[in-house]
């Protein structure tokens, strides 16, 4: 096995330039398998770009991302998706008139095609993925619920829900407990460490204390380049890290 071989995201010199600004500069890191990487940083640095990039969102001007030793920045972004790789926004974007069950039901891989939307049946297979995936996103007893009457907390679990059920190996989360209660942003944390257990995932956020409670390493990232990069302990002593980002 080589050293790539290992990691499920090999990203290296990546770059992109809008009119001359570098709002990625040169960027180079890995994730393991069963790992959730934390990108943290000021305001600008870059955080959601990254992100923007690897999906297929925004097109790099130089370098590569590699997912599995597949190629990501030659694919359009649904390719990207059927690879393996989900991504959530910053806003959740769930059915609102639709139940908690119908949003996880139309997410199901199944209804892809256009034939497989209309022939779709509630099979056993699909009703017992749709039970277990309530489950782990707390809202097994909400299943015929409106999305419209949950939390905001709720929502963004749905949408975690949604992007699981397709089972991707690697999630992407852009800062997913912004605006949530103290209880719901714990319960998040719970979820996450029990999602990397089948795969990896790479959150951006602001929340350190979230950080805390979720990162197996972190990336700082300021005016697009890595600043720093290790466990959240050895990120946080950092003098580059306390000066630019942690010490305001």
């Not at 071989?5 to 990203?11: G, I, K, N, Q, S």
């Not at 990397?196 to 956020?205: F, G």
């Amino acid at each position: 096995m080589t050293s790539h071989e290992r990691f499920l995201l090999t990203v290296e010199g990546l770059t992109v330039s809008f009119d001359g600004f570098k709002a990625v500069n040169d960027l180079n890191f890995y994730v393991e398998p069963n790992e959730c990487r934390v990108i943290i940083g000021p305001n600008g640095a870059g955080k959601t770009t990254v992100l923007d990039l690897i999906c297929g969102r925004t097109r790099a001007t130089d370098g590569s991302v590699k997912f599995k030793n597949n190629e990501l920045l030659k694919m359009r972004e649904d390719q990207i998706v059927h690879a393996g790789v989900g991504r959530k926004f910053q806003t959740p974007s769930v059915y609102e008139d639709l139940s908690v069950f119908e949003n996880l039901e139309i997410s199901y891989p199944k209804g892809y095609s256009v034939f497989g939307a209309l022939s779709f049946r509630r099979n056993e297979d699909v009703k017992a993925r749709i039970q277990d995936i309530a489950e782990t996103i707390f809202l097994e007893d909400l299943l015929d619920e409106k999305a419209a009457f949950l939390s905001h907390g709720q929502k963004q679990w749905l949408e975690i829900g949604m992007l699981l059920i397709q089972d991707p190996e690697l999630l992407m989360l852009d800062e997913p407990v912004a605006g949530m209660s103290v209880a719901e942003r714990k319960k998040t944390a719970e979820l996450l460490n029990r999602i990397i257990k089948d795969r990896s995932v790479i959150v951006i956020e602001h929340d350190m204390g979230f950080v805390e409670d979720i990162a197996t390493r972190v990336n700082v990232l300021h005016q697009g380049k890595m600043l720093s990069e290790g466990s959240m302990a050895h990120v946080k002593a950092d003098p580059k890290v306390i000066e630019v980002y942690l010490g305001h």
